[in-house]
C-alpha cells in the first residue's frame, strides 16, 4: 500500500473532530483516537529509545520492527470492524515474533526476586519508559474494546510488548554492569 501525503494540513480538525479510517467523523476525544494516539505516542518514545547511547543495534533493529508494526496496530484501530472492504489487522504472528524475541533476551538475566524499580542506564530508563506509555495504550485499548469491537490480537500484542520492553530494560542494565534496584519492602 502506497500512501501519498502532499498536504500535511486539511484544516478539517480544527473544530476537534478527526475523520477515522473508514472516513467516519469522531470527535478527537472518542476512546479510537485515545487508543490510537497512544500508540503513536508510544512509538515516539521508541524513537528515542532507538537512538539511546548503548543500545544494541540488534536490539534497536527490533524496536524498529516494532515501530512498524505500531503502525500496522494503529492502522487497525483507526478502522471500525465491518464495511466491504479488507482492512489492515493485526495477526497473531506479529505477537508470536514479540514471544520469540522476549524469551530470547529473557533466557540471558537473572530470574527476578522482587519487583524492578525503572531506571539505571539512559537506555534502559527509556525503555521504562516505553513499557509504561505501553501499558497505557493497552488500557486505552481494551476501554475501547468495552464499547466496540476490537481486534483481540491488538491486545495481547500490546501485552507482549509490554513484556519485552521490560526485559529489554532489564538487559540494558545487565550489559552495563549497572545493578538492578529491586523494589523492598516500606
Not at 484501530?77 to 495477526?91: F, I, N
Amino acid at each position: 500500500m502506497t500512501v501519498n501525503l502532499t498536504r500535511i494540513y486539511t484544516k478539517l480538525g480544527d473544530r476537534g473532530e478527526t475523520h477515522l479510517g473508514d472516513m467516519s467523523r469522531v470527535p478527537k476525544t472518542h476512546p479510537r483516537i485515545e487508543a490510537y494516539g497512544t500508540v503513536d505516542e508510544l512509538n515516539a518514545q521508541l524513537g528515542v529509545a532507538i537512538v539511546t547511547d548503548g543500545m544494541p543495534e540488534q536490539y534497536a533493529g527490533w524496536l524498529r520492527h516494532v515501530q512498524n508494526d505500531l503502525f500496522d496496530l494503529g492502522a487497525d484501530v483507526a478502522v471500525p470492524h465491518g464495511g466491504d472492504r479488507e482492512r489492515l489487522r493485526v495477526s497473531a504472528g506479529q505477537t508470536t515474533w514479540l514471544e520469540q524475541r522476549c524469551d530470547e533476551v529473557n533466557a540471558t538475566l537473572e530470574p527476578l526476586k522482587s519487583f524492578v524499580l525503572p531506571g539505571g542506564t539512559p537506555a534502559a530508563a527509556q525503555l521504562h519508559v516505553c513499557r509504561t506509555v505501553c501499558r497505557r495504550a493497552e488500557r486505552a485499548c481494551v476501554r475501547l474494546a468495552r464499547e466496540e469491537r476490537v481486534n483481540p490480537a491488538i491486545l495481547s500484542y500490546l501485552n507482549r510488548l509490554s513484556d519485552l520492553l521490560f526485559v529489554l530494560a532489564r538487559y540494558m542494565n545487565k550489559v552495563d554492569g549497572n545493578p538492578e534496584t529491586q523494589w523492598r519492602k516500606g
